[in-house]
């Protein structure tokens, strides 16, 4: 086997490909011919299965260096641990096309399992657009991007190791959470499609792939969220999101996907949205794709980006593809995509879900353009326009307000119209706590360094981006002057109308069952859950905001200092204490430790700010920051310049306030989605395969965990050291990270 | 392209054998399985790249197995099961008709609920609560439709109905769930009561 691995590699790439198309052709026949649906179907599964094969392939080659693969060479070396090793599964482009063709057959295997007897109209055609989509996968793979592909000089003694900005525990687990969401979004789009060919555009296709769309939702959240986590720790400037294109790439079908989650209850519940829900969903689904040639193709610059190739060629010519298919489909049945009913007033949750539709779109649409717009002018200007974070959270913080808005608007809206009686009984508590909300952050906001309003200073570089819009730029910087006590009076409005709502539920159940409070709210979510599930992540939402909010306030600073001088900043008190150096397999480390007193002398902890030399890539050391959390805010602490005799370090300090809210409105965000996705029993009698397939998948896990808990030394050796990697920016070319 | 649904949603009926039998060729679904706690057991003996062989010999084996038993469907070589229930063995999928039942008959209790806490008024409650159970009872029709059962109690009301004199229109048509028991069903009562 070690003597045959590129060869095997390249094989299983090739069965896979051949055993997608034919399970594609079965399937795509079986419409006509249903006795060749379980042929189809269990074709299918013998593509995933060899698809698998070939990742299990290329991840013994990491395991045991194979350094004759190309790819291997290029993205490990002896020094790296277990779970460094498996990443770089993923953390080149040949690997990573793989590990979404890999996603890709799994979630085909588990949607066709799941199908079974369901949804025989559509099966075909759901089966047939996962499998045509694994064929582009595999071709890509097996003819542009081979990672079997051996070197020709013969084997290196070592590999050139991964990239160091790689080497962090949310790069193991953000680009698989990233990959599940948006390969996740294939399954509904194979549903649109199903629906659109066989004008089954009901509800049927709806129910089915509603909690398909909740789960990938879910994991795009995630994904997402875990990429602000990196560059928080990873990337050293002191923020979580720089609207990155890439960062954007990875946002844009997250936005069309909430508005489908929301979009598709009115279908649901009125049968109206048609034409909407099948335009979201197949935008959604392009929008990775999209996202996925901005990554691949090189025509975006971006620190998180794969090198340059002409994989983008691909890509276009497919998306295009797509792009025309979808167009002619829904053309063909756009009388089937009628609504059923029409929406009666402007005060009405179907108004306010439209409402909610366009804003999210129309915050997809600016991404969208602002993201491509240097190469759009490059096209037709001849001059590349940058276009930088500034001007993004210009024009977006209204946007994501006014969806901040809505989502507390919608729940307290009923179906067809709100009565006025209605209206009172809904939105008096909420909007009284967010007056007094707004009141107290105007008086007292200052006193902790949480103004209500910070003016904001003209940006000659947003205005120039601007251009045109010159006056509305101006309006908007001064309307960014208030975002704080709008943020915080909305923020209050919307966790208000999520407790009314818990409180209104449970107290209606008590008046029935005469409950105990809280079995009453527990059998009230448990009854509902896609309700309170969804109201969990409002809650969740809320936080974030909450956290974004903290951006208006945070302050930075820099020092030169030796060991025994202190810095000062906002309350904070920085002592340098030592210099000290450490060493790895991999790596030499530089360590600055600062003891850290607050405004009354207290000591809140050491930072360790730190300098990592990888022997793999001396020539690239990074800045791993320290960061000080608490609920109130972050002290971050990133060290620059350092200089070995005097051991004087150069500091940059930031204080962000209120990060901790947005990663605590992830878990609530988590926590509400599994609240909404938990299945509902069913009460039918279970067969005793099921408590055998039970018992096996616990036997695996369990022991699953305990070997991933045995290989933990090795998983992650550098688990002590301070947070991660990096004030430098990798050399154009260099694989960081990508959807 | 496939000729136009006669219906939107029309479903197609799985045949359904019942949940409890057991089928012994149902214990080859447990070898990936098998495979993943041998690779589990290889890793913590010989070693990780080990349990990674094994693994990857059980997913090849599976997929030549798969992709053999579907050449044989193909060629007839292999005994099909009845085109509508697909190949495999599922029994436990719910159908269309009872995915769309449990489906409404959410809804109605969501609507139920709405209505308890005070977020639409008596006219819009009516208006919807019609619209989905007119859904709901085409949906019961159609799961419960050549159930000898209901054929059977069809017949008895329309026995009972000619003796009693009240044959009519409407007792050709499936007999809707009285509005009390719907009311019963959904809670309906218990939501007004908190008005």
Redesign the interface.
């Known amino acids: ?1 070690w003597q045959s691995i590129p060869e095997l590699g390249t094989g ?1 790439l090739l ?1 896979s490909l051949v ?1 997608a198309g ?2 594609f052709a ?1 399937a795509a026949i079986s ?2 011919r ?10 299918t ?6 698809v ?2 070939a990742v ?2 290329l ?2 080659a990491f ?2 260096h194979d350094f004759r693969l190309s790819y291997v060479t290029r993205y490990s070396d002896r020094s790296m641990s ?1 779970g460094y090793l498996m990443s770089s599964l993923w953390g080149g482009q040949d690997g990573s096309l793989l590990w979404w063709m890999f996603l890709l057959a799994i979630y085909s295997g588990a949607c066709i ?9 559509l ?1 075909p055609y759901v089966i047939a657009t996962l499998l045509s989509v694994i064929v582009f996968f595999g071709l890509i793979t097996l003819f542009a991007a081979d990672p079997f592909t051996t070197i020709l000089t013969g084997a290196p003694v070592d590999g050139r190791g991964l990239n160091p900005l790689l080497q962090n525990i949310y790069m193991i687990i953000h680009p698989p959470a990233l990959y599940l969401g948006f390969v996740g979004c294939t399954i509904p789009f194979s549903f649109a499609i199903a629906a659109l ?8 296709w709806i ?1 089915a792939v509603r909690k398909w769309m909740l789960f990938a939702w879910l994991f795009l959240s995630l994904g997402n969220a875990l990429g602000m986590i990196w560059a928080y720790v990873e990337l050293g400037w002191g923020g979580y999101w720089g609207w990155d294109p890439v960062e954007n790439a990875a946002f844009l079908p997250w936005l069309t996907a909430t508005a489908y989650v929301h979009s598709t209850m009115i279908q ?2 009125r049968r109206m949205f048609k034409l909407w829900n099948v335009v979201l969903i197949s935008l959604t689904f392009l929008l990775t794709i999209f996202g996925t040639f901005l990554t691949r193709s090189g025509v975006i610059a971006s620190v998180h980006a794969f090198a340059k190739s002409d994989l983008g060629t691909y890509f276009l010519y497919y998306l295009g593809l797509l792009i025309a298919v979808t167009v002619g489909l829904i053309i063909w049945r756009f009388p ?1 995509l009628r609504s059923d009913d029409h929406i009666e007033t402007t005060s009405s949750r179907e108004a306010a879900f439209v409402l909610n539709n366009w804003a999210l779109v129309g915050a997809a649409v600016f991404v969208a353009v602002a993201t491509t717009f240097p190469i759009i002018s490059e096209a037709i200007l001849k001059e590349t326009v940058t276009v930088g974070p500034e001007f993004y959270n210009r024009w977006m913080t209204p946007v994501g307000l006014t969806i901040f808005a809505l989502m507390g608007l919608g729940p ?8 006025a ?2 209206f009172r ?2 939105f008096v508590f909420p909007i009284s706590v967010a007056v007094v909300v707004a009141i107290l952050h105007a008086i007292l906001g200052a006193r902790f360094n949480m103004p209500a309003i910070v003016l904001r200073e003209p940006d000659p570089g947003g205005d120039v981006v601007v251009g045109g819009f010159l006056a509305v730029g101006a309006a908007l910087r001064y309307l960014g002057s208030i975002v704080p006590i709008i943020t915080s009076t909305l923020a209050a409005f919307n966790i208000t109308v999520v407790v009314q709502e818990f409180w ?2 449970a ?2 159940r008590r ?2 069952t005469h409950e105990n409070p809280a079995v009453a709210l527990a059998r009230c979510v448990a ?2 859950r896609r ?1 309170y599930g969804g109201y969990i992540v409002h809650f969740g939402i809320a936080m974030m905001f909450i956290g974004f909010l903290g951006q208006a306030w945070g302050v930075s600073g820099q020092a030169s200092l030796v060991p025994g001088q202190s810095y000062q900043l906002q309350g904070y008190t920085l002592r340098y204490e030592r210099f000290r150096a450490e060493a790895d397999a991999s790596k030499e480390m530089q360590f600055a430790d600062f003891s850290v007193t607050d405004q009354d002398g207290r000591l809140r902890g050491v930072v360790s700010p730190a300098k990592f030399i990888y022997r793999s890539h001396r020539e690239q050391p990074t800045s791993e920051v320290a960061v000080l959390n608490s609920v109130r805010d972050d002290l971050y602490v990133v060290l620059g310049n350092f200089t070995g005799p005097t051991g004087r370090a150069a500091i940059q300090v930031h204080i962000n306030p209120l990060v901790s809210w947005i990663w605590f409105g992830v878990l609530v965000l988590i926590l509400g989605a599994g609240v909404a996705l938990w299945p ?1 029993s ?1 009460g ?7 408590y ?2 039970l018992a ?2 616990l ?2 896990a369990v ?2 965990s305990l ?1 991933l808990a ?2 933990s030394g090795r998983i992650l050796p550098n688990a002590t050291a301070p947070a991660s990697p990096s004030t430098t920016s990798p050399p154009a070319g260099m694989d960081v990270h990508a959807p | 392209m496939p000729p136009e649904a006669s219906t939107e949603n029309a479903p197609l009926r799985p045949v359904e054998p019942q949940a409890g039998d057991f089928d012994p060729t149902r214990l080859l679904e447990a070898i990936p399985l098998l495979g993943l706690l041998a690779s589990i057991v290889a890793s913590v003996v010989y070693g990780f790249p080990t349990g990674l062989i094994v693994i990857g010999g059980t997913l090849l084996l599976t997929g030549i197995w798969n992709l053999w038993v579907s050449l044989q469907l193909v060629a007839g070589d292999r005994p099909g099961q009845p085109e509508a229930t697909a190949s495999e063995s599922e029994t436990d999928a719910p159908s269309y008709e009872e995915e769309q039942k449990a489906f409404l008959l959410r809804a109605l209790d969501d609507l139920e609920f709405e209505r308890s806490v005070g977020k639409i008024d008596d006219e819009d409650y009516r208006v919807l609560r019609e619209q989905y159970r007119k859904r709901a009872k085409q949906a019961l029709a159609g799961e419960d439709a050549g159930d000898p059962l209901r054929q059977e109690a069809e017949s008895i009301v329309r026995t009972y109905l000619e003796e009693q004199g009240l044959t009519g229109p409407s007792t050709t048509s499936p007999p809707p769930a009285s509005e009390s028991d719907a009311d019963e069903d959904t809670g309906a009562d218990e939501g007004r009561g908190s008005q």
């Open positions: 086997m299983l069965a055993g034919y399970a079965l419409a006509a249903p006795h060749l649906l379980g042929a189809a179907r269990r074709a599964y013998g593509t995933v299965a060899l698998g094969t299990i392939v991840a013994y395991v045991s277990f399992y799941w199908l079974r007897g369901r949804y025989l109209a099966q060919i066989t004008g089954r555009l009901g509800n049927e129910v649901e519940r089937k307290l809206l009923g179906w067809r119209k709100t009565s009686r209605a009984r809904g209104r539920g107290a209606a008046a029935r009854k509902s309700r509902a069913t039918k009698p279970v067969g005793v395969m099921r055998l397939k096996t998948s036997v695996a022991g699953f070997l045995s290989l």
